[in-house]
């Protein structure tokens, strides 16, 4: 069974970069999709992008200017890293295996960070 | 503002059906797949329904999809206190490449 762990600080001070890991285990990421999506408190969720096997990413159009998504294969880990935060990024961000378009199967239990000074 | 359009309520008593719907447009829904997640509360999603009214494995077969055109419906069958929680809509969206998720539903079990 694939499990994902997010880890990293709970809070971030405006203007700084945003920097979360997501550990993998009981699979590698040398396969999948492996997303990062965050539900911002009283909203809904949203996608920030994901990172395929081979290296290729995709993030969402209102992000893009902003976000990176790697992965440590030797680590298997994949990390998030979202630069000149606002407030409006605080949300508890999820990590998560899927397929392509959408479908997102394993979800690790999720972090919340908070922009704040 | 979600791409998707849900409903941020819905209610039912223990057995009965609820439906949720979800409206998008010919770029999301209508060209592609739409996906189904349950948030219980204080935990991570989880996929509820994928593909063509697919269930993952433990999923019941009380949870079940539908589309039409460009809007999707998630009913759920013989209602139970444990149900309670948020759910979401998701396609991909061939515009704009990505993933895009509706606002949520919240559903109370009366």
């Known amino acids: 069974q694939v499990q994902l762990q997010e880890s990293g600080p709970g809070q971030v001070k405006p203007s700084e970069t945003l920097s979360l890991t997501c550990s993998v285990s009981?699979?590698?990421?040398?396969?999948?999709?492996w997303y990062w999506i965050r539900r911002p408190p009283g909203k809904g969720l949203e996608w920030i992008g994901y990172?395929?096997?081979?290296?290729?990413?995709n993030y969402d159009g209102s992000l893009m200017s902003r976000v990176i998504i790697s992965t440590d294969k030797s680590k298997n880990q994949f990390s998030l890293r979202l630069n000149s935060v606002t407030a409006a990024d605080t949300a508890m961000y999820y990590c998560?295996?899927?397929?392509?378009?959408?479908?997102?199967?394993?979800w690790g239990p999720g972090i919340l960070v908070t922009v704040s000074s | 503002q979600s791409v998707l359009t849900q409903p941020p309520a819905a209610s039912g008593t223990p057995g009965q059906t609820v439906t949720i719907s979800c409206s998008g447009g010919?770029?999301?829904?209508?060209?592609?797949?739409v996906y189904w997640y349950q948030q219980l509360p204080g935990t991570a999603p989880k996929l509820l329904i994928y593909?063509?009214?697919q269930r993952p494995s433990g999923v019941p077969d009380r949870f079940s999809d539908s589309k039409s055109g460009t809007s999707a419906s998630l009913a759920i069958s013989g209602l139970r206190s444990e149900d309670e929680a948020d759910y979401f809509c998701?396609?991909?969206?061939?515009?704009?490449?990505?993933?895009?998720f509706g606002g949520g539903t919240k559903l109370t079990v009366l």
């Open positions: 998560a295996r899927g397929r392509a378009y959408g479908a997102i199967e394993y």
């Open positions: 009981g699979g590698s990421i040398s396969s999948y999709y």
């Open positions: 990172i395929h096997s081979s290296g290729s990413t």
């Open positions: 010919i770029s999301d829904i209508g060209r592609n797949y």
């Open positions: 593909g063509n009214d």
């Open positions: 998701a396609s991909w969206d061939d515009s704009l490449s990505g993933v895009v």
